[in-house]
């Protein structure tokens, strides 16, 4: 059976941080590609930061360029999101994401994020 089962998410101040986790089982997670998404309220969901499967190449959106960083521990099958100096404008549900090579992906259930003074 498949999990994406994400964590770290909660209140935090602006300029805060948090790190995400997901953890993964029940597929090869060291072949596939991971990213976390994010929705806000009366948005769509957004590719936020996607790392390769054995952790060579990242890619981020613009808005969290330079303030999150992604990376995954294959022995551990987790990926990680490290948020740091964060904005209102990042609160979202933070969802995590798994791609193979042929294109099958998996979601997990999400994670809030609110950042809120």
């Known amino acids: 059976q498949v999990q994406l089962v994400e964590s770290g998410g909660g209140l935090v101040q602006p300029g805060g941080s948090l790190r995400l986790s997901c953890a993964a089982s029940?597929?090869?997670?060291?072949?596939?590609?991971m990213s976390w998404y994010r929705q806000a309220p009366g948005k769509e969901r957004e590719l936020v930061a996607a790392?390769?499967?054995?952790?060579?190449?990242?890619n981020y959106a613009d808005s969290v360029k330079g303030r999150f960083t992604i990376s995954r521990d294959n022995a551990k099958n987790t990926v990680y999101l490290q948020m740091n100096s964060l904005k209102p404008e990042d609160t979202a549900v933070y969802y995590c994401?798994?791609?193979?090579?042929?294109?099958?992906?998996?979601w997990g259930q999400g994670t809030q994020v609110t950042v809120s003074s």
């Open positions: 029940g597929f090869s997670f060291s072949m596939y590609g």
């Open positions: 790392i390769t499967s054995a952790g060579w190449l990242t």
């Open positions: 994401n798994a791609k193979s090579p042929k294109g099958r992906g998996y």
